[in-house]
Nanobody, 116 residues
Framework: QVQLVESGGGTVQPGGSLRLSCEASGFTFSRYDVAWYRQGAGEEREFISWISYDGTSTKIADSVRGRFTISRDNAKNTAYLQMNSLKSADTDVYYC?????????WGQGTRVTVSS
């Protein structure tokens, strides 16, 4: 079955960097777009970034533009979110998402904490 597994979260100081990974299995990863979202406790899930199936097109939220970069390696069935210049406001659980037909699939999330 479709599975998305995020990793790479952790605790980092303000100004630091992390790279999140989203490893996919159970479907042909190279045929589908991937998006990253984040969600804080009691908040709506917020769109962060999107990448097309072949990696040629990307979108990024204004809140992270210039600091975060999305990429993918279809040979490894993995999407990435490089996060630089992290701020305390970036503290959240980060999720990757793939839509296949009418089904939306989410990973379990990886927690990012930015704190001094």
């Amino acid at each position: 079955q479709v599975q998305l597994v995020e990793s790479g979260g952790g605790t980092v100081q303000p100004g630091g960097s992390l790279r999140l990974s989203c490893e996919a299995s159970g479907f042909t990863f190279s045929r589908y777009d991937v998006a990253w979202y984040r969600q804080g406790a009691g908040e709506e899930r917020e769109f962060i970034s999107w990448i097309s199936y072949d990696g040629t097109s990307t979108k990024i939220a204004d809140s992270v533009r210039g600091r975060f970069t999305i990429s993918r390696d279809n040979a490894k069935n993995t999407a990435y979110l490089q996060m630089n210049s992290l701020k305390s406001a970036d503290t959240d659980v980060y999720y990757c998402r793939v839509v296949i037909g009418v089904m939306t699939h989410w990973g379990q999330g990886t927690r990012v904490t930015v704190s001094s």
